[in-house]
């Protein structure tokens, strides 16, 4: 028996820059928005049946410390580490334990208590998960460095040589972001800035500079999901967003196809894509508002593409025609996404939903989009770790 999966409360912290906050440990992080989510669904901690806590960096059974903050009520808590699709995969899971009706009320949390500069691998005497990408991609483009905005750096220097792309378009991507999260008040950064702006930043892996890279951050996210039974008897369908598609993918062999965009993800989050539109009987067509994961300017134009927004090779069409902010076809990112509002990596998928389900309640202020708070609103959700994990999630208001 398959039920539904309902999203009844999110919560959030604001993302901050690593150690901001003097004394702001991942527990501190995670009490603040498993109790934001649980006040926002109208319940207490008690009701959770499950637990799943998402976090990259941290030792193990962070998951139990953290949400201890909430009870010790005795509930199972299962840790997840999926890179930066963590806080998604834990939604995943979530759902999943919902609608296979294991439980009827789920907690998904997730943290990220992060150290500053770019990220690394911690362990040096073994197998690298991402080895096999990088030897890859460095046979195809040469040796690069930092590991993560040289990947997709050059998934974007291929982008311009194939297709005519320009460094002005990706930079443009970076300043719509910027731009929205202005009225952000979850946000890293709420600061608008110029193309010049954008363009004369420090320069990280050609195309990128600084102002087109997500931030290192700390910082929580968290969600609470339920059964359609459990929004009946609490009175809850007003409030409620319900997960209408959700699929989990990992890398499949075209992965190493021979470009860089699929060592990058771009085939995972097509297939994840085109899954979930099947699964809700909908297309790119039919969404409002979307939340992807811009780690870098690069990544947020080929995964408009691999959702479909336009054809392969289009995606700086797309930027040029204003298709992805207010007053065009979609309103992508409107949080301001990673690049602007922040990405510590195990609460990113899960601040994602938290977005999406203020602007489907037309609950998201003055960063609100007009069409995801109709009764026909869809809004869908991207979420990408390499090595690979890519989840998409659409979500709809509930049917009141």
């Known amino acids: 028996m398959s039920n539904k999966a309902y999203v009844i409360g999110v919560g959030m912290t604001k993302f901050e820059k690593p150690g901001r906050r003097e004394n702001w440990d991942y527990p501190d992080m995670a009490r603040e928005a498993g109790t934001a989510a649980l006040q926002d669904a109208g319940i207490d901690y008690g009701k959770v049946q499950e637990v799943y806590a998402g976090y990259v960096y941290g ?9 201890y903050e909430l009870g010790l009520t005795g509930v199972p808590v299962v840790n997840v580490n999926n890179n930066c699709s963590t806080g998604s995969t834990a939604l995943w899971l979530a759902a999943r334990a919902v609608r296979s009706g294991a439980a009827e009320c789920v907690l998904a949390v997730g943290f990220e208590k992060m150290a500053s500069g770019s990220l690394s691998e911690h362990y040096a005497d073994r197998a ?14 040469g040796p690069g460095r930092p590991m993560a905005p040289w990947m997709f750096a050059e998934a974007g220097r291929e982008h311009m040589e194939r297709y005519g792309t320009t460094a002005e378009q990706f930079a443009r991507i970076a300043v719509k972001n910027h731009r929205h999260s202005v009225n952000n008040p979850y946000a890293q950064f709420q600061r608008e800035f110029s ?3 954008v363009l004369a930043s420090p320069g990280i892996v050609e195309p990128l500079t ?15 999901l339920v059964s359609e039974s459990f929004v009946d008897r609490h009175d809850l369908a007003e409030q409620a967003v319900e997960i209408v598609g959700q699929a989990l993918v990992t890398d499949f062999g075209d992965t190493f196809d021979g470009t860089a965009a699929a060592l990058v993800g771009a085939h995972m989050s097509r297939a994840a894509a085109q899954a ?21 300017a690069t990544n947020e134009l080929l995964t408009y593409e691999a959702l479909g927004l336009c054809a392969t090779g ?26 602007s509002k922040g990405h510590p990596l195990g609460a990113t ?5 938290a977005e999406l389900t203020w602007q489907l309640r037309g609950a998201a202020g003055a960063r609100q989009v007009p069409a995801a708070a109709e009764r026909t609103g869809v809004a869908l959700a991207h979420n990408i770790g390499l090595g690979g994990a890519a ?9 009141r």
């Open 128 to 141: 690298l998960p991402l080895g096999r990408h990088v030897r890859e991609l460095e046979r195809l483009r």
């Open 314 to 339: 289009e995606g700086g069409k797309l930027v040029d025609a204003g298709d992805t902010t207010y007053g065009g076809r979609w309103v992508v990112n409107p949080s301001g996404g990673l690049i």
């Open 276 to 296: 979930v539109y099947d699964q809700a009987g909908i297309g790119p067509q039919d969404l409002s508002v979307i939340e992807l994961h811009d780690c870098f």
């Open 349 to 353: 998928g899960l601040a994602q939903c």
């Open 59 to 67: 030792d193990s059974t962070s998951g139990q410390r953290a949400v």
């Open 195 to 197: 193309l010049d702006e």
């Open 391 to 399: 989840v998409v999630t659409a979500y709809r208001p509930a049917d």
């Open 210 to 224: 600084r102002l087109q890279c997500s931030p290192t951050s700390d910082g929580s996210a968290a969600a609470v």
